[in-house]
């Protein structure tokens, strides 16, 4: 793996997330199946949060080696 800062990309057939690394930041999440055109960012909507956190667990940690 590279140096520098690279943005971690999980998508379901529901939802996309997306998780800048060097900040440590969830930066998007879209849920496909209400927003298809992704214009409405629920990263901080804490209706979501659980179902994010369940995709960086999944997605994220796996990508970037154990980290968060």
């Given at each position: 793996?590279?140096?520098?800062?690279?943005?971690?990309?999980?998508a379901?057939?529901?939802?996309?997330?997306?998780?800048d690394?060097?900040?440590?930041?969830?930066?998007?999440?879209?849920?496909?199946?209400?927003?298809?055109?992704?214009?409405?960012?629920?990263?901080?909507?804490?209706?979501?949060?659980?179902?994010?956190?369940?995709?960086?667990?999944?997605?994220?940690?796996?990508?970037?080696?154990?980290?968060?």
């Open positions: 793996r590279g140096e520098g800062n690279y943005f971690g990309m999980a379901t057939e529901r939802y996309r997330y997306v998780y690394s060097e900040n440590d930041l969830a930066c998007e999440f879209f849920d496909l199946e209400n927003d298809p055109n992704e214009d409405h960012n629920l990263v901080n909507d804490p209706a979501y949060e659980g179902i994010r956190q369940d995709m960086h667990k999944d997605y994220m940690i796996p990508f970037l080696g154990g980290r968060i």
